[in-house]
């Protein structure tokens, strides 16, 4: 017998949806980039001028990620899984739709459970969790750093996101400011006729033909998708 293809959820997200979690976002108040600047910690200028100052900021962001649950935001996004094809497109660097039980997540900027050589990219090793030290090398003894990518990096799987967000019949963007680019041009590459829906606490603006629903992921995910759960088995 011949199944049919499950529909296609493409779910987009940012520092919001770990917010719940305890980890803090970037630039809401109180966010990351309000006690330390972009230019002192997320760039590899700041890498060559202070690699010390670079390797405590991502240590210290290791820890709490670690240390971090998934909230039912991320729960919610893996139980969409049982009735439909669901692929993350993530700018986040935890790892917690994963430990929520996703399957498919594609990530733009990196893996903070993850640190790699300066030298060679593909040399790669989990990050320790006691942290990076400016000793650790790779075997051609180039510096670990962390596989996160900076300010004026390629981000990464750009092509592979963009294929996954103009082929999904839905697209739920959660918890991004949606200020950096290119991932957030993502969105203007929804399918017109895709029901798109975008939820955070604030946004400036929201983008062309998406619904906001303003609010924390952890309270408003696990009822959509428990109507999209429900309208499918109806
Ligand atoms: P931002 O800090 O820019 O935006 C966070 C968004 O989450 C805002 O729209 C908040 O309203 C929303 N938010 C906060 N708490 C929430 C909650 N409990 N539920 C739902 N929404 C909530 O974070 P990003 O858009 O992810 O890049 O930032 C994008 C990139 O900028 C990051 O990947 C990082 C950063 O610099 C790099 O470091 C390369």
């Not at 240390?67 to 094809?85: G, S, V």
């Not at 733009?108 to 650790?136: M, T, V």
Request: net charge negative.
């Amino acid at each position: 017998m011949m199944q049919r293809a499950k529909e296609k959820i493409l779910v987009f997200t940012g520092a919001g949806v770990s917010a719940e979690s305890g980890l803090k976002t970037f630039r809401d108040s109180g966010g990351l980039w309000e006690s330390m600047r972009i230019e002192e910690v997320a760039t590899p200028e700041a890498w060559e001028r202070d690699p010390a100052k670079v390797l405590d900021f991502y240590n210290m962001r290791r820890k709490a990620a670690a240390q971090a649950k998934p909230n039912p935001a991320h729960l919610a996004i893996a139980q969409l899984e049982t009735a439909f094809d669901v692929a993350i497109v993530t700018q986040n660097v935890d790892d917690l739709h994963e430990r929520a039980g996703s399957s498919r997540v594609i990530r733009l900027h990196g893996n903070l459970s993850e640190a790699k050589s300066e030298l060679d990219p593909s040399y790669r090793i989990p990050y320790p969790l006691e942290g990076l030290s400016l000793d650790d090398r790779c075997p051609r003894g180039g510096r670990l750093r962390p596989h996160i990518v900076w300010f004026g990096e390629a981000v990464e799987n750009y092509e592979l996101a963009l294929e996954e967000v103009s082929t999904a019949g839905r697209m739920l963007v959660v918890g991004t400011s949606l200020s950096v680019y290119p991932a957030a041009g993502l969105v203007s590459y929804a399918r017109p006729d895709a029901e798109k829906v975008l939820v955070a606490m604030d946004i400036d603006a929201c983008p062309e033909g998406f619904e906001f629903f303003k609010g924390r992921a952890g309270e408003i995910l696990p009822k959509l998708a428990q109507k999209w759960l429900s309208e499918k088995n109806r």
